[in-house]
């Protein structure tokens, strides 16, 4: 059951308009790094692909953005339009339907920012070894959307905002408060995201410097994920328990 509702939120999903827009979008990184490679000769091409392409774009703009859209899509377009209903009315287990639907938006979120973030990285480190930064922002870039998507699909499920308080969630938290104030990288995905992809990088901490250690990432991660999944499960039985009184 839950690959079947996996299968038929990917359908929903990919049958919007957004979605190519979304892929556009992630297009960016691409024309990013062809315009690197015409322009620059001089630059530390290890660094760059680094700071300014990974870091600077893709986990910082580009992965949470399309993990939101996709996350808050994946159930909250049917609890906005009233079809989410005809769900919730067959015997499913509310957990089997959050799994699916974060399976959906997870796969749908890492394909989106992976593809083209590999393609820009290869064109941005022509020449030069990688030293695993392909690799490692590979991985990282993979369980940074799971975190992500569990936290989209969770703020779609408490609100009907949950496009808004996203985009304040990326853009205040991890944009600027994050950046202010060092304790609050414990709760930060993408700091998580950047300590992954340290764990296979090879290079100086000039080139690549993550503020978490690797181990206290990936427990953060693994709890983040499951806090976040377990919450929306409750809150999607409240609502079942409230639609139906």
């Known amino acids: ?81 009233g079809t989410a209903v005809y769900l919730l009315a067959k015997p499913v287990s509310r957990t089997k339907i ?14 989106t ?35 992500y998507s569990a936290l989209f699909v969770m703020l779609s499920v408490i609100t009907s905002r949950a496009l808004i308080a996203g985009l304040v969630y990326v853009f205040i938290w991890e944009g600027l408060i994050n950046g202010l104030f060092a304790g609050t990288r414990l709760f ?3 700091h998580y995201t950047l300590a992954v992809a340290d764990i296979f990088v090879d290079l100086p901490r000039t080139v690549l410097d993550a503020k978490l250690g690797s181990v206290p990432a990936v427990v953060l991660m693994i709890a983040a994920i499951g806090a976040t999944v377990w919450y929306a499960i409750r809150r999607l039985r409240r609502f079942e328990i409230g639609e139906s009184t």
């Open 113 to 147: 920012v992976l593809v083209p973030g590999l393609v820009a990285g290869w064109i941005g480190l022509q020449g030069v070894p990688g030293h695993g930064l392909l690799v490692g922002f590979g991985i990282a870039l993979v369980t940074g959307s799971l975190v």
């Open 1 to 81: 059951m839950i690959g079947i509702i996996a299968v038929m939120t990917l359908r929903q999903l990919l049958g919007r308009s957004r979605t190519i827009l979304l892929g556009l979008l992630a297009l960016l990184p691409i024309l990013l790094a062809l315009a690197y490679r015409i322009g620059s000769e001089d630059t530390d091409q290890q660094k760059w692909v680094a700071q300014v392409l990974f870091d600077g774009l893709i986990v910082t703009v580009l992965l949470p953005l399309l993990a939101l859209v996709y996350g808050t899509a994946a159930l909250g377009a049917e609890i906005e339009d």
């Open 98 to 111: 959050i799994i699916g639907k974060l399976l959906a938006a997870w796969a749908l979120t890492s394909v």
């Open 188 to 190: 930060s995905v993408r």
